[in-house]
Nanobody, 126 residues
């Protein structure tokens, strides 16, 4: 069983920053071989792709809405992936989820991720 635990969410004013973390654990886990993704879901909206990173952290991809403001990275020695969020806007308010990829390349499609965390709330006030 693979478990993902996100942390770092909270309330922040517009223009502020937050850093989310996601620790992955589980038996026979091959963390360094899988891509990791971040998604978010605002009230009344579909869960949407935010960012993803390959196992080598050399080819991250981002949704257009966060490009230039968010950065994802990972520490394979700690089985941890990060999402650094800067210049936050009220429209970034959502529950943020991390997920393990079925493959080792970062992609934006939800069905290419198989294990999900419970989510962490990010609220940006105007």
């Amino acid at each position: 069983q693979v478990q993902l635990v996100e942390s770092g969410g909270g309330l922040v004013q517009a223009g502020g920053s937050l850093r989310l973390s996601c620790v992955v654990s589980g038996r026979a886990l091959n963390f360094y071989a899988m891509a990791m993704g971040w998604f978010r879901q605002a009230p009344g909206k579909q869960r949407e792709f935010v960012a993803a990173v390959s196992w080598r952290s050399d080819t991250p991809i981002y949704a257009d809405s966060v490009k230039g403001r968010f950065t994802t990275s990972r520490d394979n020695a700690k089985n941890t992936v990060y999402l650094q969020m800067s210049s936050l806007k009220p429209e970034d308010t959502a529950v943020y989820y991390c997920a393990t990829g079925r493959g080792n390349q970062p992609v934006g499609a939800r069905d290419q991720y198989n294990y999900w965390g419970q989510g962490t709330q990010v609220t940006v006030s105007s």
